[in-house]
C-alpha cells in the first residue's frame, strides 16, 4: 500500500530551497498535474514541453560516488568511512555514469524505438546519446559538492552496509521521496536495516517505483530528463537512423537518483581502499553545495589526496627493512 503523500517544502541542510512528496517517486508529466506545485515559480521549467529529445532511457547503473569537500574528506578520512548526519542520520550517495554506461543505454533505447532495425540500420547508426547527456549528473569532472569524489561498485557498498549495518541480513530499500528544485528532480532511494522497518513502515518499498529498481546488482533507472539544456533534437532519418540537429535554446528541468543510507555508525572502510575509490575534480563554485572549504585547483586538491596517509607505505618500508635484515 502506497503511503499517504506528505507534502512539505523549504530550505534543507544546503540551505536549498526544494519542495517534497515523501513516499513517492512521481514521473514529470504527473508532477504537472499535482496541485501542491501547480502555477508555484518551482514549476516553471517543469511545465515547459520539450520534444525531440530522448526519454525515457534504460539505465543500468553499477557504480555510486559520495562527493564532498576538504573539511569533510579529513574527518571521513579520520573515521575511516561514512556517517549518517543531521536528525535523519542519513549518508547521502549518487548514480556515477561512464561512457559504457551510456552507450549501453543507447542501444537499449535504439532497440525499443526500432525493435525490427535491419543489420544496415545498426551498422550506420552512429552515437547520439551522448549529445544529450549533459546534465550535472554525467559530468565526473566538476561538481557541486566539493573536490573529492569516492566511487564504490553498488554491490560493495550494499554487501558492506549489510555486513555492519543488518547484521548479515539483506538491506531494505524503499521509496523516500521526489524532491523538487527549480531545474532538477531528485529520487531519493532510502537504504535501510531491517531492524528499522517499524521506522520506515510508512515508506513504501523500492518495487513499487516507477523509475528505479534495484536487482541485488545494479540500479535499473528509467531516466526521463538527461539534458537540463536543450539546444539539439532528436530527427529520424530514412532507414531508421537517429542523428541530432540545432534547435531553439531552452532550459528543462533534469533528473536524477540519489541514495540515502540511513547509519548512525561510521560505514568503514579500509583505508586503502578509501584511498583506492578517491579522486579529484574541480568544484563548481557557482552552483556551491558543498558546505565547507574547498581547494582552489584540482592540483591542490590531488596533493592533499596524494598526502592521505593509508599505511601502505609504511608496511612496505617495513617490508624492505626486513628483507635488509634477513
Not at 96 to 121: G, M, T, V
Not at 193 to 211: A, G, H, W
Amino acid at each position: 500500500m502506497a503511503a499517504k503523500t506528505n507534502f512539505r517544502e523549504g530550505r534543507n541542510a544546503r540551505n536549498k530551497y526544494e519542495s517534497i512528496f515523501e513516499g513517492e517517486h512521481i514521473l514529470i508529466n504527473d508532477l504537472r498535474t499535482r496541485k501542491e506545485i501547480v502555477e508555484r515559480p518551482i514549476s516553471r521549467y517543469i511545465n515547459k514541453e520539450i520534444i525531440g529529445y530522448p526519454t525515457s532511457v534504460e539505465f543500468h547503473i553499477t557504480e555510486v560516488a559520495h562527493v564532498t569537500n576538504l573539511t569533510s574528506l579529513h574527518k571521513i578520512w579520520d573515521s575511516e568511512g561514512f556517517k549518517g548526519h543531521n536528525e535523519n542520520q542519513f549518508s547521502w550517495w549518487s548514480q556515477k555514469i561512464n561512457n559504457c554506461d551510456i552507450q549501453e543505454a543507447e542501444e537499449r533505447y535504439l532497440e525499443r524505438l526500432f525493435p525490427n532495425r535491419s543489420k544496415e540500420a545498426k551498422s550506420a547508426q552512429q552515437p547520439v546519446l551522448k549529445q544529450f547527456t549533459t546534465s550535472p549528473l554525467f559530468n565526473n569532472e566538476i561538481s557541486r559538492y566539493g573536490n573529492f569524489r569516492f566511487t564504490f561498485p553498488l554491490s560493495e557498498l550494499m554487501e558492506t552496509y549489510k555486513k555492519q549495518k543488518c547484521e548479515g541480513e539483506e538491506p531494505v530499500l524503499r521509496v523516500y521521496g521526489t524532491k523538487i528544485f527549480r531545474q532538477e528532480i531528485e529520487y531519493v532511494v532510502l537504504v535501510h536495516s531491517p531492524q528499522f522497518n517499524e521506522k520506515f513502515k510508512n515508506f513504501p518499498l523500492l518495487t513499487s517505483s516507477p523509475i528505479v529498481d534495484y536487482d541485488g546488482h545494479r540500479i535499473i533507472w528509467k531516466a526521463q530528463a538527461i539534458c537540463e539544456t536543450h539546444n539539439l533534437e532528436l530527427d529520424l532519418q530514412l532507414g531508421d537512423i537517429l542523428v541530432a540537429k540545432p534547435m531553439f535554446y531552452q532550459f528543462y528541468v533534469w533528473d536524477q537518483v540519489s541514495f540515502a543510507f540511513h547509519t548512525n555508525e561510521v560505514l568503514i572502510f579500509p583505508k586503502t581502499k578509501l584511498k583506492a575509490s578517491l579522486r579529484c575534480c574541480e568544484h563548481d563554485s557557482k552552483i556551491d553545495l558543498s558546505l565547507g572549504k574547498n581547494c582552489s585547483s584540482v592540483k591542490d586538491a590531488e596533493r592533499v589526496a596524494e598526502s592521505l596517509n593509508d599505511g601502505e607505505k609504511e608496511e612496505h618500508k617495513s617490508e624492505e627493512i626486513k628483507l635488509e635484515k634477513d
